[in-house]
DNA sequence: TTAATAGTATACAGATCTGTATACTTTATA
DNA sequence: TATAAAGTATACAGATCTGTATACTATTAA
């Protein structure tokens, strides 16, 4: 099984690197040391390649996170400001591209294929761990919490990956304390009026 | 020109809805209805035909943004929330496939990429609008505000995009008002120290 | 009306891509 | 050492993809 793993850890870095589709079956043997058929005995199709990789990274990932967290407090609201910490350093690596579940939701668009919906319950997971987190910093609202933090991680990755910002964790930093010093002193938000929808006049067309 | 136009609306759909890579030009002629000679005969290649789609998502968006949010409002305060409740409008729609600048990103990674290039121009030029408008608004820092809503933003479309969160916009729209708000009560604002960062000891493996 | 321009239809070259067939060799295990 | 499992090398089928060649037909404008 140690083949299997070549390819899988190749295979994440060429897909991460250069995309689902742009990277062919013989790029990803060619750097991993092995022979075509080694690949079609352990994986069925390219297709089912893509999802053992996509299952690793969210493993990778979210171990990498929980232990980084970890490993810098056990305070638990200590803890939410260290994600974005966390994410600062992932985001000024020099071969930054990107989350690979959400490259993968945009070459897999359809929500219903595998791809898709493996990055889906990434992300799931994802909140659930923050939330977690607010339950325990004893935070009003975990469930919301968790989804602003997890938005505002979100929106790191994408300020990094397309306009090269390697410090946009920075930004989010101050946010998340904002938000997080508010669901500890608030117990409930207050909810605004939107500015009224525009209806049927400008849809926007695509 | 008639038929260049065919081209770009349908390339344009085809590439947003399937990906750039995925979407062959045989498809993109067949929906567009018309001959595979016209398609080279407005765009050397196939890459040059992705830049131009690009190029007129760019204009298309930008348009469609300000002239949502100039019909909301023309206080410029307000014209900042309301660009949550235009955002709000486009991510609730059926055929959502995110920004079809941060798939192109996922698609064509190396930051020297043509389409790269052209999709970090369209972020920069997006907040520099934010910016503007935050400087009417008298923000305190109007190009951090900017990087903050603009972050925001793309959080809310990635959750949308990829968790099929339609409603994402929406806890954007209250941290919104809690950053403008915040922006225009104070100055300046304050720097708290990071977590301190673990060296080399976990690094994110890919 | 004539001449230039824009578009069409078809076929095809050449590359690349996924996946398979087959016969062989190495490695591990009993 | 005998046997099963894992891996290799090569060739190839068949599909698909980008881009071109060529000869034809509308359309437009002088």
Sequence with gaps: MRKRDQLLDKALELFHAEGFHATG??????????AK?????HFRSKDEL??????RYDEKFRNYLMQQVELRTHEPSQQ?????????????????????????????????????????EHKRLLLLYIQEIAEAAKASDPPVLAQ????????????????GQRRAARI????????????RSHPS??????TQSSGSDMPWPD
């Design 25 to 34: 079956i013989d790029r990803i043997i060619a750097a991993a040391g092995v």
């Design 37 to 41: 058929m080694t690949l079609y005995k």
């Design 50 to 55: 893509i999802l053992a990789v996509l299952r």
């Design 80 to 120: 939410l400001i260290a994600l974005f910490d966390v994410l600062d350093d992932w985001l000024d690596q020099d071969g930054f591209y990107g989350c690979l579940m959400i490259n993968a939701c945009a070459e897999f668009s359809n929500k219903q294929m595998p791809a898709h919906v493996v990055a889906s």
């Design 148 to 163: 602003q933090l997890g938005l505002l991680m979100d929106g790191a990755i994408v300020a990094a990956q397309v306009c």
């Design 172 to 183: 989010t930093h101050e946010i998340a304390q904002l938000l997080i010093h508010q669901s």
């Design 189 to 194: 938000e207050q909810v605004l009026e939107p």
